[in-house]
């Protein structure tokens, strides 16, 4: 599906590779009573992307386009189809089972997620210090001293004096906090990986800045290497150093994030950016962009998922899926368009 | 200036009763033109769907409307207050006058209903004398209105997808031809292709039917594109109002300001953008003074003393704030 992984990517951003994706594929299987044909959403087809040391790298897409079905995949909590998952360089594909519980825990020390709903995602009836605690213990980096290693843990996400937060429970705080915490309870692990799942969609508005420019300082200090998953392609340019746009549970472009957003070149990523918001627009102009929406997962059009959306698709893209076509400077589009470009 | 059509005078909303209420909505006045996009903008728990569902009587308990009034211009240029209505005659104005789409529309179309059923159940109920046939014929036109082929007039919700949903949500809000639609938040839900494919078909029904829009969402750069004049609510009171680029230019008020500052842009330069410290204010525990003052950069010492009052400033503006006490006077 993805003949062509892209070695010029390597060739210009000079950063190791931690965590990579190669071809990853998962199909979710539908029990339909009184049937024998087995059916599937096929909601992550042949996704292949680089995580690098010390840069944030986002993936951006619709609802329902796959994105958090890849993070799921990448944090191995769900069973591959196909495809491969790389740690720096080795497979670290987990299988399921009893005698894989040792190798999922050494894999879950290196990439942690945090999700989207920070009221759900923490307990409400164990306090912070238990949450802390127990990742601490769980990963084995409690330290001799108990009580540093969870002010360190809290003092790294802006939550001082520690003691003011330590016993308090998850009601207690705002959502921005709660966040903050959910951020400190993966930190506790000293992961080299933080997969963030729509971290700032379900806070505040006025806060969403705050909890972002808190992974990018993080990102910095400890040299994470932290995947972005986002709707919000503005923020996507904000925090991202890279961008990689979804489509149906496709790859359709990737990049540098300043060349994606400002010089889109999929028509789905046109079709995205020209569909933010935007106050400058002079007045509401009628051209009738994007009209349709996205299709069944079930049984996807052939050839290029976008194609009956697509303003520009030509014969071959419903026949044909597009293969990724390099653009220079690691940009990449898998679109038929730049066919003669690329070659 | 265009005629007025409907106005809130001082709306006090509160949660509960007696010494433990809480005021969720706090003093607000706003005026709604006709024909106009109003937007009403704020975080959640501000307060802005609290005083949708308040000013319409709208609200379950415990909410309670604990004072002020809410205006109404009829056509034959009287007035009524809807909060001090006969039910009865409140009945009759709902949905012909003024009508609502509510959040979530996944959650507000019944899904054991076909939306056709649906959609003409509210024709039945509001126009006497209407036939069968007729009111069929009204639904698959309000279908078409709102950009949905009319053989899915059969359709259960669940055969169609969000977008479409919630087009519905607003095909049935249009079916009595309102002179006021409320959305709270109608969009939120929806992906941004769509998004602006419904906000395109919105604006677009304005301007042929001529109706005006209360238009409430956190998303205050969705309300600069899309409304003419924006509303600030900041812990249940409106803090600024003024016309839509006057507002996204210059904000007056740190907390407007704040908020633009909030949402990276996708054109121009790559700034650095700090958001607002602090979190919004727990409505029990309200801070002394200016609801805003612990988290504004700018707070001066009179802030944590007075509450600043919503006054009109030149320009047509409004702004509660000591840094502009012009506009208090």
Known sequence: MTAEVAPAVSGTISTEIVLEADGLTKHFPISAPFSRTKKAVRAVEGVSLQLRRGHVTALVGESGSGKSTVARLLAQLYPLTSGEIRLHGQNVAVQRGWAHGRKFKAYCRRVQMIFQDPFASLNPVHTIRYHLTRALTIHGNRGDDLEKSLADLLTRVHLTPADRYLDRYPHELSGGQRQRVAIARALAASPEVLLADEPVSMLDVSIRLGVLNLLRDLKERLHLSILYITHDIASARYFADETVVMYAGQVVEGGDSEKVTQKPAHPYTQLLIESAPDPDRPAVEEKDGGSGEPPSLIEPPPGCRFHPRCPFAMDVCRTDVPPRFELGDGHFAACWLYREEAA | ?329
Not at chain 2, 16 to 38: C, M, N, Q, W, Y
Not at chain 2, 68 to 95: K, N, P
Not at chain 2, 247 to 272: I, Q, V
């Open chain 2, 1 to 329: 200036m265009k005629d007025r059509i409907l106005e809130v005078r001082g709306l006090d909303v509160d949660y509960g009763l007696g010494p433990d209420a809480v005021r969720a909505v706090r003093d607000v006045d706003l005026t709604l033109h006709r024909g106009e996009v109003l937007g009403l903008a704020g975080e959640s728990g501000s307060g802005k769907s609290t005083l949708a569902y308040g000013m319409t009587r709208l609200l379950p308990p415990p909410g309670v409307v604990a004072g002020g009034e809410v205006i109404y211009h009829l056509d034959d240029g009287t007035t009524v207050d809807l909060l001090r209505m006969r039910d009865a005659d409140l009945r009759r104005l709902r949905w012909a006058e003024i009508a609502i789409v509510f959040q979530g529309a996944i959650n507000s179309l019944n899904p054991v209903q076909r939306i056709s059923a649906q959609l003409m159940d509210v024709l039945k109920a509001h126009s006497a004398g209407s036939t069968p046939q007729s009111r069929q014929d009204r639904a698959r036109e309000l279908l078409s209105l709102v950009g949905i082929a009319s053989d899915r007039l059969h359709s259960y919700p669940h055969q169609l997808s969000g977008g479409m949903r919630q087009r519905v949500m607003i095909a049935m809000a249009l079916a009595l031809e309102p002179r006021v639609v409320i959305m709270d938040e109608p969009t939120t839900a929806l992906d941004v292709v769509v998004q602006r494919q419904i906000l395109r078909t919105l604006v677009g029904l304005r301007e042929r039917l001529g109706f005006s829009v209360v238009f409430i969402t956190h998303d205050l750069s969705l309300l600069a594109e899309f409304s003419d004049r924006i509303a600030i609510m900041y812990a249940g009171q409106v803090v600024e109002e003024a016309v839509s680029a006057d507002l996204y230019r210059t904000p007056l008020h740190p907390y407007s300001d704040g908020l633009l500052r909030s949402f990276p842009a996708l054109k121009g330069p790559r700034r650095e953008l700090s958001g607002i410290p602090g979190s919004p204010p727990d409505l029990r525990m309200m801070p002394s003074g200016c609801a805003f003052h612990p988290r504004c950069p700018r707070a001066l010492d009179v802030c944590d003393e007075q509450v600043p009052v919503l006054g009109q400033s030149r320009d047509n503006r409004s702004v509660a704030c000591w840094l502009h006490p012009v506009a208090v006077s």
